[in-house]
């Protein structure tokens, strides 16, 4: 069974200060990660990972992937108010045969950053 | 691109009432929807799989007949929850993998959920 595992689970800093969110996986037939924020409504797609060691990168959140040591992080630097969410970090099985492709999640981390 | 849209975002129904849940991939064609049911500070747990043109596939534990998909189009899911009883009162999230776009299919674009409150 695919396994992802998120830390930490919840994380409070103050604006300006960056942050740093890992996510490991165990899964077989790896293909890519996911990371998403939640606000209040539904999870709002961040990045699609798919090879080790490049960076994606958009405004001040970027992320990279360790397919070696089966992880990744998600960081924030600079961070606003605006930026408290949870982050979720998911796996996609393999499509094919009776699989969608349906995701597996990890815990999610709950960032909050006070003014 | 890649917008899901949900309709009702917001519903309240009476004890043993249907409530049907639709589910639409705006600017690209879904032969793949999920539905997932979120409680209060808990992550997301997959429901079903919703197949365009067949069956849906129910994850163990959750009741097909009370739960009915339909996919009846490249562009549309729905969820009805038949007879409500307020242990259904969630958040429910439907997703789309976008096939043309981002890699290959394997990113799902969430809709913005609708909170279901069965009194």
């Known amino acids: 069974e695919d396994k992802v595992v998120q830390s930490p689970l919840s994380l409070v800093v103050h604006e300006g200060d960056t942050v740093t969110l890992n996510c490991s996986y165990e899964?077989?037939?790896?293909?890519?990660l996911l990371w998403y924020k939640q606000e209040k409504k539904a999870p709002t797609f961040l990045f699609m990972l798919?090879?080790?060691?490049i960076e994606k990168k958009s405004g001040r959140l970027s992320s990279i992937l360790d397919k070696k040591e089966l992880f990744s992080i998600l960081n924030i630097t600079a961070t606003q108010t605006g930026d408290s969410a949870v982050y979720l970090c998911a796996v996609p099985d393999k499509a094919g045969g009776t699989s969608y492709g349906k995701l597996t999640f990890g815990q999610g981390t709950i960032l909050t950053v006070h003014p | 691109g890649a917008v899901v849209s949900q309709h009702p975002s917001r519903v309240i129904c009476k004890s043993g009432t249907s409530v049907k849940i639709e589910c639409r991939s705006l600017d690209f064609q879904a032969t793949t929807m999920f539905w997932y049911r979120q409680f209060p500070k808990q992550s997301l747990m997959l429901m079903a799989t919703?197949?365009?043109?067949?069956?849906?596939?129910?994850e163990q534990g959750v009741e097909k007949d009370k739960f009915l998909i339909n996919h009846a189009s490249l562009t549309l899911s729905t969820l009805t929850v038949t007879s409500a009883h307020p242990e259904d009162s969630s958040f429910y999230i439907c997703s789309a993998r976008d096939y043309a776009t981002s890699g290959g299919g394997e990113t799902q674009y969430f809709g913005p959920g609708t909170r279901l409150l069965v009194l």
């Open positions: 919703s197949n365009e043109g067949s069956k849906a596939t129910y």
């Open positions: 798919t090879s080790s060691g």
């Open positions: 899964v077989t037939n790896f293909r890519s």
